[in-house]
């Protein structure tokens, strides 16, 4: 394997790390949506914060080029709540997320490294955030489309198989990297959702995320499926 430079902080891209694929217990799997209702309750409130915080943090980036050390370290500890749970209910762990901000030992990482931001890029980022935003919409609508299936294989077999792990892998690495996008906790533009080289020493599963053919092809599948979902609901809203 061949070590890559170490970017500085601030040019690192977003990293997610989930150790996996491992058995999951059928009982959590069947009760998943109920299970994860407490969580969906307090990432909703924590996000109220997460976006208050985030507009004072524009004005703050604007001026110093970056975001207050603050402000950083909240949005930074929201994005990696807001992750866990959306992995739990990705069915990516069976590990229940804690209610804790910073727990140590859970299978669900991000590792985030907020540093300079250009001032022009972050006076412009709701425009520019436009076409990630389009390419996020389509894979997660297009995941929840095919996710009966997907749950019912993970409660057949008690576990997600290696491709549709790293499929899904996919789909929320790019989520969570337009996310700290959004609220200006990197510069680094959202990119690699086919996965990356593998040349990188490597550090999880999922870091580097290197998807296979089958993986690539559900990636595929998913943009498919939410370009479908979402002419669906065009529909249904003209009639």
Same mark, same amino acid.
């Given at each position: &394997?061949?070590?890559?430079?170490?970017?500085?902080?601030?040019?690192?891209?977003?990293?997610?790390?989930?150790?996996?694929?491992?058995?999951?217990?059928?009982?959590?799997?069947?009760?998943?949506?109920?299970?994860?209702?407490? =969580?969906?309750?307090?990432?909703?409130?924590?996000?109220?914060?997460?976006?208050?915080?985030?507009?004072?943090?524009?004005?703050?980036?604007?001026?110093?080029?970056?975001?207050?050390?603050?402000?950083?370290?909240?949005?930074?500890?929201?994005?990696?709540?807001?992750?866990?749970?959306?992995?739990?209910?990705?069915?990516?762990?069976?590990?229940?997320?804690?209610?804790?901000?910073?727990?140590?030992?859970?299978?669900?990482?991000?590792?985030?490294?907020?540093?300079?931001?250009?001032?022009?890029?972050?006076?412009?980022?709701?425009?520019?955030?436009?076409?990630?935003?389009?390419?996020?919409?389509?894979?997660?609508?297009?995941?929840?489309?095919?996710?009966?299936?997907?749950?019912?294989?993970?409660?057949?077999?008690?576990?997600?198989?290696?491709?549709?792990?790293?499929?899904?892998?996919?789909?929320?690495?790019?989520?969570?990297?337009? =996310?700290?996008?959004?609220?200006?906790?990197?510069?680094?533009?959202?990119?690699?959702?086919?996965?990356? =080289?593998?040349?990188?020493?490597?550090?999880?599963?999922?870091?580097?995320?290197?998807?296979?053919?089958?993986?690539?092809?559900?990636?595929?599948?998913?943009?498919?499926?939410?370009?479908?979902?979402?002419?669906? =609901?065009? &529909?249904?809203? &003209?009639?």
């Amino acid at each position: &394997m061949v070590t890559t430079a170490t970017p500085t902080a601030g040019e690192w891209p977003p990293a997610l790390d989930v150790d996996g694929p491992g058995p999951q217990s059928r009982v959590t799997v069947l009760l998943r949506l109920i299970l994860m209702i407490p =969580q969906i309750v307090v990432v909703w409130l924590l996000s109220i914060a997460a976006y208050v915080v985030a507009f004072i943090g524009w004005f703050a980036a604007l001026a110093l080029g970056r975001l207050p050390a603050w402000a950083a370290e909240y949005l930074s500890g929201y994005l990696a709540w807001s992750t866990r749970v959306s992995a739990y209910g990705y069915l990516l762990s069976d590990a229940y997320p804690p209610f804790r901000w910073t727990p140590s030992g859970h299978p669900v990482r991000v590792d985030v490294r907020p540093g300079r931001l250009n001032r022009l890029a972050v006076l412009f980022r709701i425009v520019l955030m436009i076409p990630a935003a389009i390419v996020s919409n389509l894979l997660t609508t297009g995941w929840r489309v095919a996710a009966i299936v997907i749950w019912l294989v993970v409660l057949v077999r008690g576990g997600m198989p290696q491709p549709l792990f790293e499929a899904t892998a996919a789909v929320q690495r790019y989520s969570m990297r337009f =996310q700290a996008y959004v609220l200006m906790l990197t510069p680094v533009y959202p990119k690699h959702l086919f996965g990356d =080289q593998g040349t990188e020493v490597r550090l999880s599963p999922t870091r580097p995320l290197v998807l296979g053919g089958t993986a690539r092809n559900l990636v595929g599948l998913f943009i498919l499926l939410g370009v479908v979902g979402f002419l669906l =609901q065009a &529909m249904a809203r &003209m009639q």
